[in-house]
């Protein structure tokens, strides 16, 4: 739908005409059909809007509570939110203005967080510390889909690394767009079939004026066509330099702050904006004989839709969805012509997308919209909740069998929802992996998770008295002998008489005793 604070552009005139076209057609040929209007929050779009209103009156987001927050984004919805309504009504759109809905309305806002919690339950969204478009005026993660790419005319800045203990002094040469970056770096890489490069493998270079010693290492991602063939890796600020930071166990500095400046972690420039930094480091490297040359270089740049400033890579810790599991299921449909693109040209831009999906983003830094239903508990960890969470039990025991010990542990004290989570954490066997939990004579409904690294592999719910077997799918490498959870969600009052956990001919958990209600 149309964000609720807009108005009617050319792309909505075109889409609601085609929508009205087809609804009018539809009831011509005898079929109940009905069009529901609405409008959509748009987070980032409305709390931008809010704040520069805020920020005329002299008040600070930051010196409000959320909910000081909220009641100021509510009056600007109230007051602005009606025009693209109004204007639809005016264009004569055939909808059942009756059944007029808002995605944060309460049966929307519902919604919303039962299919959350449904897809957390099923394994389908996991939070984990990802590289994410951050953008860095809204203060928040981007998807994907809300980057546009824009050709931007800039520099290609040729840096010198020295190889440390060079007798000779030698240096080795790398091109860069972004030279604010290298107080991130910590490797260089090239390709181990370059020749020209092929004096560096081995070698250790010192990243300039920060006087870093960084090790060269070797991958066939480098393109040897490219700039001098040496790459700089920046593992906490660029998506290709993050993968191979994993693959090479390379260390990651964020050297930036959330707002784009640099951060103490940088150890230069300290609270400068990354694009005066680019300006000034251009002088110093020039200064200090480490600057080789400049180029003009023409490449793409990703700017937030919302608020069109250069987005920054981030590591940050987000809520994901899983995309693999829809994308089998949407790509078969269109690639069998059962859906049909037009123009047909599409069938090929709708197959790469599908073919080359990415988890999505969904959490945002916001205050304005749906807030995500997990609640951290006092012992640690958290747990996801439509309802949100009242008390915990108090105590439970718990043995270890075999040659595994268990840890039953319990989180003690009130908690800000209606819920109660009961947590077994052990340690998966060196000796064999667990393939299966069981839970049974529960009094109430009650949801099971088996958590392995922080993910849920698998989940179940069932009733009172019912017996839930929850069997994980086949171990990821790398399982053995690492933390690993059993998490119980329990309904209303009630608890659990029974858990236990196979692993390979053994029982790793055998608790028994009814769980006490706080």
Known sequence: PPNVTGVLHMGHMLNNTIQDILVRRARMEGKN???????????????????????????KKTDLTRDE???HAWDWTEEHGGIILKQLRKLGASCDWDRTAFTMDEERSKSVLKVF????????????????????????ALSDEEVIYKEEHGKL???????????????????????????????????????KNAWLKGKKVIVPLVNR????????????????????????????????????NLPSIDIFNDNGTLSEAAGLYIGMDRFDVRKQIEKDLDAAGLLEKTEAYTNKVGYSERTNVVIEPKLSMQWFLKMQHFADMALPPVMNDELKFYPAKYKNTYRHWM???????????????????AYFLPEGGYGVEAQGFHGLPHHAEGNGIGKVQVAVQIGVGQVDARKRILVFKFQMPAYGLLHAAAVGQACGPFVVEFVMRGEV?????????????????????GWVDHPAEIRVFFHEHGGVHELKAHGEGEIIIDFEGEVGVQ
């Open 33 to 59: 059909a009905c069009w529901v209007p609405g409008t959509d929050h748009a987070s980032i779009a409305t709390e931008a809007k809010v704040v520069n209103k805020l920020a005329a009156q002299g008040i």
């Open 69 to 71: 927050f909220l009641k």
């Open 117 to 140: 919690v449904d897809l957390y339950n099923k394994g389908l969204i996991y939070r984990g510390v990802r590289m994410v478009n951050w953008d860095p005026k809204a203060l928040t």
């Open 157 to 195: 800045f040729y840096l010198r690394y020295k190889v440390e203990g060079d007798p000779e002094g030698r240096y080795a040469v790398v091109a860069t767009t972004r030279p604010e970056t290298i107080m991130g770096d910590t490797a260089m890489c090239i390709n181990p079939n370059d020749p």
């Open 213 to 248: 010693v960084i090790p060269v290492i070797e991958d066939d991602y480098v393109d040897i066509e490219f700039g001098t063939g040496c790459l700089k890796v920046t593992p906490a600020h660029d998506v290709n330099d993050y993968m191979l930071g994993e693959k090479y």
């Open 355 to 373: 073919e080359n999906i990415k988890d999505w983003c969904i959490s945002r830094q916001l205050w304005w919209g749906h807030r995500i239903p």
């Open 457 to 477: 592999e698998a989940g179940g719910d069932a009733g009172p008295g019912e017996h839930l077997l929850i069997v994980p799918e086949a171990p990821g490498e």
